[in-house]
Nanobody, 121 residues
């Protein structure tokens, strides 16, 4: 079994900062890309940022210059540091990992349970 557990969500005022972390644990053979998605009420889940095992990053245009994704490969952990938060960043943030389990063939996507981020104006 594999688990992704997020932490660090909460309530912050506009212009503030918040950090999220996500740890993958269990019977893991290898992790390729890890990332963060978010889903606001009434909207589709969208990619916020992702980082490959080689360190390449990808950001949604709406968060470029404000959010930073990083990763500790040895700890199977991905981080999202969010600066200059805006009310429109309010959403449930989900961790995602493209991961291969021990004894399994191929990679598949795993999701965390989500953590709420609320930005007040």
């Amino acid at each position: 079994q594999v688990q992704l557990v997020e932490s660090g969500g909460g309530l912050v005022q506009a212009g503030g900062s918040l950090g999220l972390s996500c740890v993958a644990s269990g019977s893991i053979f290898s992790i390729n890309t890890m990332g963060w998605y978010r889903q606001a009420p009434g909207k589709q889940r969208e990619l916020v940022a992702a980082v490959t095992s080689g360190g390449s990053t990808n950001y949604a245009d709406s968060v470029k210059g404000r959010f930073t994704i990083s990763r500790d490969i040895a700890k199977n952990t991905v981080y999202l540091h969010m600066n200059n938060l805006k009310p429109e960043d309010t959403a449930v943030y989900y961790c995602n990992a493209d991961l291969a389990q021990r004894g399994a063939v191929g990679y598949r996507k795993y999701w965390g349970q989500g953590t709420q981020v609320t930005v007040s104006s």
